[in-house]
């Protein structure tokens, strides 16, 4: 292994036994993995572009392919309560599930230019390069991992192998039958609840509302993968004090005041690269209706602010962790997780706190063998 270089040549696709599917009419398939359901005939790709109806059979064209792989700190994921201050090394493929136009990672997530993938690493090169580098967990991230699973499955197992923890940032568009799967070898995700309307999901992202909601409920209710979630904040479109509040009870009500909620900020990209970026003031209304709808845990992120960013007490109201944006300034929590103050249960996973990573982002390439 060694840092990036500017050079490589393209790694061709992959044709990995894609599971999830069955055989339809007219030598058609059906992709099971997402509520997309895309039917394909031979040679055809899915919505997401990276699974493949190959001479009848489903592929994956994108295992063992990456269109990157970069040491960020956790909470760039972000993950507030998931061993803070920890290095993950992080990477993602090419292509997408859902079609958002506001996509702030759309050059990938969007990319049908397999050209961009250039680095190759099996998942055990991938777990000992997380070693080698020092980083204690691995993300699949950048596109959403769904559309990878077998090559995040398999990683997550070689990973957890070397003792490295695994972290998925989802849109959560996902079947029942592979998220069990799926969920059940990540240690944490980020689940980006991109609204609370339907007609949003519909409209803006080519999805629907409720699949997600589903599958929020489980990873929390049903396996043991931390998560926290996030709501990309745009100017006008889910933006509303009744939306916010709509979302906030929720998440209250069905999966509980522990659970993290960061709202972000939205930044003109893609195809929507004609509104404003989202103010300040904005996140900043939003973190007050959710912690009134009973959260205990509710940040703001894509900005310096001081407040947003701080882990308190529920209890005692302490600041226990202060960040400025993905710098710790200051950490007052012991490893067993408990306020030192009033011994209140901070929700999350914590360890022993010494030199956090940083607000780095630290590009490396994978040698191949």
């Known amino acids: 292994m060694e840092r990036e270089v500017t050079h490589a040549p393209k790694v061709p696709e992959s044709a990995h036994p894609g599971r999830w599917w069955h055989a339809i009419d007219n030598g058609r398939i059906q992709c099971d993995l997402c509520p997309r359901d895309c039917k394909l005939h031979a040679g055809q790709r899915g919505a997401c572009f990276v699974r493949q ?13 990456s269109s990157g792989f970069c040491i960020d700190p956790i909470e760039k994921k972000p993950l507030n309560h998931f061993h803070p201050g920890s290095a993950i090394l992080s990477f993602g493929t ?13 050059d990938i997530s969007k990319s049908k230019d397999m050209d961009r993938l250039l680095d190759a690493a099996g998942p055990d090169a991938i777990a000992r390069a997380a070693v080698a580098y020092g980083a204690q967990s691995v993300a699949f991230t950048y596109n959403d991992p769904v559309i990878f699973a077998e090559y995040a499955i398999d990683t997550a197992l070689a990973c957890h192998e070397r003792g490295i923890r695994t972290v998925a940032v989802t849109a959560g568009y996902i079947h029942p039958a592979p998220a069990r799967e799926f969920f059940a070898v990540m240690d944490g995700a980020n689940v980006d609840l991109k609204a609370f309307t339907d007609d949003f999901y519909f409209r803006l992202c080519g999805g629907h509302l409720q699949p997600v909601l589903d599958i929020l409920a489980y990873i929390h209710h049903e396996t043991d993968c931390w998560l926290e979630i996030t709501t990309l904040l745009i100017p006008g479109k889910n933006d509303s004090p009744a939306e916010i509040k709509a979302l906030a009870d929720w998440v209250a009500r069905e999966l509980g005041p522990q659970v993290p909620l960061h709202f972000t900020a939205f930044h003109p990209d893609w195809k929507m690269d004609d509104l404003p970026a989202t103010p300040a003031s904005t996140l900043t209304q ?6 009134d709808a009973g959260l205990h845990y509710v940040y703001t992120g894509n900005v310096h602010d001081s407040e947003g960013g701080t882990t308190f007490c529920p209890g005692c109201q302490a600041a226990l962790i202060e960040r400025d944006w993905y710098h710790i300034r200051h950490h007052d929590l012991p490893a067993d997780g408990h306020c030192p103050h009033c011994g209140t249960r901070i929700a999350g996973h914590f360890a022993r706190f010494g030199k956090p990573f940083g607000p780095r982002r630290v590009p490396v390439r994978l040698l191949r063998p």
């Open 94 to 106: 090419a292509g997408c599930n859902l079609a958002c136009k506001f996509c702030q990672n759309w």
């Open 53 to 65: 109806n190959l001479d009848g059979q489903m592929v994956l064209t994108t295992y063992g392919r």
């Open 286 to 291: 939003a973190r007050r209706i959710a912690i």
